[in-house]
């Protein structure tokens, strides 16, 4: 059976964010998946990176108790994905603190060179974004989140092979016109065909 971890992150739980997210899972479910939803808001995760944290990065000190929580989720799953609306060109604070505290030295990877907890799993990071996919890829953003997250976190640092990004775009708060609602089904339902597809790997 395959283990699904989905990290969602945004503060109001009728969210598309969190709407993506169960899309992933259901599809996963229908698979056979055994699939755990992890929401960073609704689980309390502070982001802030602390003292503690510093002295567990320096070997001078345990994983904080929160963060340890989350990695022993992290490390029981086959398949992870992490969907957050893209803030100001980047990931919002919370899943930055993600990347801070939980995807840190020692447990993700390692000085020595060693495979992490993350090595060989499956990650796919879904964002959500007010522009086009297209828009994000010519203009260097899109490059650059892809750099910064994909190639050199999770595949150069943690030893994620198959790692990808993927868009959910063209979305406006509050946007009831009909095609564009049209539109963000679809986009729901290529994530569902996606949770499937990757749990039945």
């Known amino acids: 059976m395959t283990n699904v971890l989905v990290i969602t992150s945004n503060p109001d739980p009728g969210s598309l964010t969190d709407t993506a997210g169960d899309a992933f899972a259901a599809g996963a479910r229908a698979a056979g998946a055994d699939v755990d939803v992890l929401d960073l808001y609704d689980a309390g995760f502070s982001p802030v990176y ?5 002295r567990h990065y320096l070997g001078r000190g ?6 340890a ?5 992290l490390e029981k799953a086959d398949v992870i994905v992490i969907v957050f609306p893209v803030y ?11 990347f801070d505290r939980v995807i840190c030295r020692g447990f993700a990877y390692n000085p020595s060179g060693e495979p992490g907890a993350l090595a060989g799993k499956t990650v796919r990071v879904v964002m959500l974004t007010g522009g086009s996919q297209g828009w994000y890829e010519s203009d260097g953003v899109g490059e650059a989140l892809d750099n ?6 999770l595949t150069k640092y943690c030893g994620v092979e198959d790692a990808k ?7 406006v708060s509050g946007d009831d016109d009909p095609e564009r609602r049209r539109a963000v089904a679809e986009q729901l339902e290529r994530l569902r065909v996606m949770g499937e597809s990757l749990a039945s790997e």
């Open 165 to 171: 990004i993927v868009y959910v775009d063209n979305l």
């Open 148 to 153: 910064q997250i994909r190639r050199q976190t």
């Open 69 to 73: 929580v989350i990695q022993d989720r």
């Open 62 to 67: 345990p994983v904080p108790r929160d963060v």
């Open 88 to 98: 100001w060109y980047t990931m919002p604070a919370m899943v930055k603190g993600l």
């Open 50 to 54: 602390t003292l503690a944290d510093r």
